[in-house]
Nanobody
Framework: QVQLVESGGGLVQPGGSLRLTCAASGPTFSSYTMAWFRQAPGKERELVAAVDWSGTWSAYADFVKGRFTTSRDNAKNPVYLQMNRLKHEDTAVYYC???????????????WGKGTLVTVSS
């Protein structure tokens, strides 16, 4: 069974940056698609970014394009979400996820992390 642990969340001012890390363990991890979702209070969980096992395919939500980048290194395991130019509306719990196929929504996810809170506030 794949286990995911996120880290790197915290409080940041608008315009600032954070890097989230997802450490994964379990079988055949290198062949999975990895993704980041977020969920703000009172809102549905939404896809932020996804990248396949080879790094040749990726997808980003329109609201983060040009600001967030996800990357993975199968040799070293962690998956990263670099978040730049953060806005108040980026405040949410961010979840790492893995799936056996390309992830474009929550239904494509096989395993979830417990999440890490990102708060953007002055």
């Amino acid at each position: 069974q794949v286990q995911l642990v996120e880290s790197g969340g915290g409080l940041v001012q608008p315009g600032g940056s954070l890097r989230l890390t997802c450490a994964a363990s379990g079988p055949t991890f290198s062949s999975y698609t990895m993704a980041w979702f977020r969920q703000a209070p009172g809102k549905e969980r939404e896809l932020v970014a996804a990248v396949d096992w080879s790094g040749t395919w990726s997808a980003y939500a329109d609201f983060v394009k040009g600001r967030f980048t996800t990357s993975r290194d199968n040799a070293k395991n962690p998956v990263y979400l670099q978040m730049n130019r953060l806005k108040h509306e980026d405040t949410a719990v961010y979840y790492c996820a893995v799936g056996r196929r390309r992830i474009l929504s929550t239904i494509d996810v096989d395993y979830w992390g417990k999440g890490t809170l990102v708060t953007v506030s002055s």
